[in-house]
Nanobody
Framework: QVQLVESGGGLVQAGGSLRLSCAAS????????MDWHRQAPGKQREWVAR???????NYADSVKGRFTISRDNAKNTVYLQMNSLKPEDTAVYYC??????WGQGTQVTVSS
């Protein structure tokens, strides 16, 4: 089972940027897709972005144009670049693939 560790969260003001990292326990070359999800207090977890092994990307409408998902296969790491952050982006962010458990996530807090 692939294990993933999220990092890079923090506290930023609205309009700021953060880059989240998702480090895998092994090679990600054989993994068909990697997703980012987020969950705010009192809210359901929502899907945010996906990148496939072929480099295809998809985004939730709420983040399209502001967030960019990417991968570095040599580092076994997936990234989420978040720009123009809004208070409603505040949540715990998780990375996930079909064979991974849910990890601890990384907290992103955006102040107004």
């Amino acid at each position: 089972q692939v294990q993933l560790v999220e990092s890079g969260g923090g506290l930023v003001q609205a309009g700021g940027s953060l880059r989240l990292s998702c480090a895998a326990s092994g090679s990600i070359l054989s993994i068909n897709f990697m997703d980012w999800h987020r969950q705010a207090p009192g809210k359901q977890r929502e899907w945010v972005a996906r990148i496939t092994s072929g480099g295809m990307t998809n985004y939730a409408d709420s983040v399209k144009g502001r967030f960019t998902i990417s991968r570095d296969n040599a580092k076994n790491t997936v990234y989420l670049q978040m720009n123009s952050l809004k208070p409603e982006d505040t949540a715990v962010y998780y990375c996930k693939t079909y064979s991974s458990p849910w990890g601890q996530g990384t907290q992103v807090t955006v102040s107004s």
